[in-house]
C-alpha cells in the first residue's frame, strides 16, 4: 500500500515536472518566434528597399548618360543650330527614331530647340516642353522635374539634357521616363506571403510602384516619417508598415513594406505548430529508432560505408557548387559569380581588363526564330568564348545577351587584339542548325585602381558606344 501510494506521488511530480518543463519550452518558443517574425519582416522590407532602390538610381544614371549621348550627336546639334532647316530635321528625326528604341524606361525622347519651341522632335505623340531656361545650365548639368501623372495616367518624370554648340545651350534633348515598364519588370505583381505589398512612394506621397493591386493607395506620409525614427516599422489599424527613406537625386523616396497583422499572426501561429510538432516528432522517432537500432548500430556503419559515404557527400558538394556558381543555359559562370571572381582578381596588383561583350540585335532572333533558337546561339556563343581565352582568363553571362570576360595580365592594347580576334569569329561563324550570321559589339576597360563597379561601369560606356556608332565593332 505505502509503496503503490509512492509510485502514485512520484508519477504525479513527474507529470507536473513535464509539464512546467513543457510551459517553458512554449513560452520561450513563442517569444523567439515573435523575434524571428519581426527580424524576417525588417529583413525583407530592407532587402527589398536596397534591391529597388540600387535599380532606380542605376537606371537614373543610364537615362542621363543616354540624353547625354543624344546631346552631343552631330545631328542633334545641328537641328538645334538651325532648326528651320528640313533636311536637319529630317536627319536628325531618323536619329532619334533609331536611338529611341534601345531604352526600356524611356517611353518618348523629344528635341527641342530654343529658337523654336512649339514645334519640335519626337519619337511619339507625346507632348514635351523646355522647363528651364538657358541660364539653369549655367550651374547645372540637367534638368530633373517632379514626378506627375500624364494624360494617359502614367506616372512619370522629366529629364532634360542642354544641347550645348560652341559652348551655347542651343535646346535641350527632353526624355519622359515612366515608372510602369520599371514596375512591371521589378515589382509589380510580386506577393510577399499571402497579404504583403511593397510600395515607393516620393516625398509628396505619390505612389509612384507597388506590388499591389491598387497602385494609387494613399498612405500617411507624416505617420511613415515618424516610424523612420524608431526602428523602421509602424503599427496602423490592422496592418504593420516598414519604412525606409533614401535620397535618389537629391529627392527623398519612401520605401513603404505592409504586412496585415492577421498574416503575422497566422504565421507566428503555424510556426509555432511547425516547431512543437517537429519537436514531438523528433523525441518520438528518436526513441522508436533507438530501441530498434541501438543493438545493430555498430554493423551498420562500417569503414567501407564510410568511406563510400563520404565519397558522395564530397561529389555532391562539388556539384553544388558547380550549379551556384554557372549560368544554368550556357554552363559558364553567372553573373554573382563573376562580379565575386572580378572583386578577388582585383585585389591583386596584376594589371587587369575586361570585355563586356552584347550580341547585335538578339530580340530579333528570339522574335523571327524563337527562344529555342536564341537559346541555342548563347550556348554557341559561350563555347566560342571559351575557347577563345586562356586557362586564367574567366568568362560569364553577364545578364541576357551580354557577357563579360576577365582577362588577367592583359593591357588594354593586348585585350583590343583579343576582342577583334573573338568579334570576327562570331562574324564569321554559322550559328545554329539555322546557319544564322551575327555580330556582336565589345567594350573595353582597363582597371586603375578602380571598384569592379566602376571598371564595368567604363566597359558598358565603351559597349554603348560602339553599338551607338553602329554595332560589330569594338571600342575601348
Given at each position: 500500500m505505502l509503496q503503490s501510494k509512492r509510485i502514485r506521488n512520484f508519477a504525479r511530480m513527474q507529470f507536473f515536472l513535464t509539464l512546467a518543463v513543457l510551459s517553458v519550452f512554449a513560452v520561450s518558443v513563442y517569444r523567439m518566434n515573435g523575434q524571428m517574425l519581426r527580424k524576417n519582416f525588417i529583413?525583407?522590407?530592407?532587402?527589398?528597399?536596397?534591391?529597388?532602390?540600387?535599380?532606380?538610381?542605376?537606371?537614373?544614371q543610364r537615362n542621363i548618360e543616354f540624353g547625354n549621348i543624344v546631346a552631343r550627336n552631330n545631328l542633334v546639334q545641328t537641328?538645334?543650330?538651325?532648326?528651320?532647316?528640313?533636311?536637319?530635321?529630317?536627319?536628325?528625326?531618323?536619329?532619334?527614331?533609331?536611338?529611341?528604341?534601345?531604352?526600356?524606361?524611356?517611353?518618348?525622347?523629344?528635341?527641342?530647340s530654343y529658337e523654336q519651341q512649339d514645334k519640335y522632335l519626337r519619337s511619339d505623340e507625346e507632348n514635351h516642353?523646355?522647363?528651364?531656361?538657358?541660364?539653369?545650365?549655367?550651374?547645372?548639368?540637367?534638368?530633373?522635374?517632379?514626378?506627375?501623372?500624364?494624360d494617359r495616367e502614367r506616372k512619370i518624370y522629366y529629364l532634360q539634357m542642354p544641347i550645348r554648340v560652341e559652348g551655347l545651350v542651343k535646346g535641350v534633348v527632353s526624355l519622359?521616363?515612366?515608372?510602369?515598364?520599371?514596375?512591371?519588370?521589378?515589382?509589380?505583381?510580386?506577393?510577399?506571403?499571402?497579404?504583403?505589398?511593397?510600395?515607393?512612394?516620393?516625398?509628396?506621397?505619390?505612389?509612384?510602384?507597388?506590388?499591389?493591386?491598387?497602385?494609387?493607395?494613399?498612405?500617411?506620409?507624416?505617420?511613415?516619417?515618424?516610424?523612420?525614427?524608431?526602428?523602421?516599422?509602424?503599427?496602423?489599424?490592422?496592418?504593420?508598415?516598414?519604412?525606409?527613406?533614401?535620397?535618389?537625386?537629391?529627392?527623398?523616396?519612401?520605401?513603404v513594406y505592409k504586412q496585415e497583422k492577421s498574416e503575422i499572426f497566422r504565421l507566428r501561429t503555424q510556426m509555432i505548430y511547425q516547431i512543437m510538432f517537429a519537436f514531438i516528432g523528433i523525441i518520438v522517432?528518436?526513441?522508436?529508432?533507438?530501441?530498434?537500432?541501438?543493438?545493430?548500430?555498430?554493423?551498420?556503419?562500417?569503414?567501407?560505408?564510410?568511406?563510400?559515404?563520404?565519397?558522395?557527400?564530397?561529389?555532391?558538394?562539388?556539384?553544388?557548387?558547380k550549379k551556384v556558381r554557372l549560368d544554368s543555359l550556357t554552363e559558364i559562370y553567372n553573373h554573382a559569380f563573376l562580379i565575386e571572381l572580378l572583386d578577388e582578381v582585383l585585389v591583386s596588383d596584376r594589371i587587369v581588363t575586361i570585355m563586356m561583350l552584347d550580341i547585335d540585335f538578339f530580340k530579333k532572333i528570339n522574335d523571327e526564330y524563337g527562344h529555342p533558337i536564341g537559346d541555342q546561339v548563347l550556348i554557341e556563343v559561350s563555347e566560342l568564348l571559351l575557347d577563345s581565352i586562356r586557362n586564367e582568363d574567366s568568362v560569364g553571362r553577364y545578364g541576357g545577351e551580354e557577357f563579360m570576360i576577365i582577362l588577367r595580365d592583359t593591357n588594354l592594347d593586348i585585350a583590343y587584339k583579343v576582342a577583334e580576334r573573338i568579334r570576327l569569329d562570331i562574324m564569321n561563324k554559322a550559328f545554329s542548325e539555322k546557319t544564322l550570321n551575327i555580330t556582336a559589339s565589345i567594350g573595353l576597360a582597363q582597371c586603375y585602381?578602380?571598384?569592379?563597379?566602376?571598371?564595368?561601369?567604363?566597359?558598358?560606356?565603351?559597349?554603348?558606344?560602339?553599338?551607338?556608332?553602329?554595332?560589330?565593332?569594338?571600342?575601348?
Open positions: 529583413d525583407v522590407g530592407r532587402s527589398q528597399s536596397e534591391f529597388v532602390y540600387n535599380i532606380a538610381n542605376n537606371g537614373l537641328y538645334a543650330k538651325n532648326p528651320d532647316d528640313s533636311w536637319n530635321a529630317n536627319y536628325a528625326f531618323d536619329y532619334l527614331q533609331g536611338v529611341a528604341q534601345d531604352v526600356e524606361d524611356i517611353f518618348s525622347v523629344a528635341i527641342i516642353f523646355i522647363l528651364e531656361d538657358v541660364r539653369y545650365y549655367d550651374t547645372k548639368a540637367y534638368y530633373r522635374g517632379d514626378h506627375t501623372v500624364n519622359k521616363v515612366s515608372y510602369k515598364e520599371f514596375g512591371d519588370r521589378f515589382i509589380n505583381g510580386n506577393r510577399y506571403q499571402k497579404t504583403g505589398e511593397f510600395s515607393v512612394l516620393d516625398e509628396a506621397g505619390l505612389t509612384l510602384l507597388s506590388s499591389g493591386t491598387d497602385s494609387d493607395i494613399e498612405y500617411d506620409v507624416d505617420l511613415l516619417r515618424e516610424a523612420t525614427k524608431e526602428d523602421g516599422i509602424a503599427s496602423v489599424d490592422d496592418c504593420f508598415f516598414y519604412v525606409e527613406i533614401r535620397e535618389l537625386d537629391e529627392e527623398e523616396m519612401i520605401f522517432i528518436y526513441a522508436v529508432l533507438s530501441l530498434i537500432f541501438s543493438s545493430y548500430y555498430k554493423y551498420m556503419i562500417s569503414a567501407d560505408a564510410q568511406v563510400v559515404l563520404e565519397e558522395t557527400v564530397e561529389a555532391e558538394t562539388k556539384d553544388l557548387r585602381g578602380e571598384s569592379s563597379l566602376d571598371l564595368i561601369k567604363q566597359a558598358d560606356k565603351k559597349l554603348y558606344e560602339a553599338k551607338e556608332s553602329g554595332r560589330n565593332q569594338t571600342k575601348k
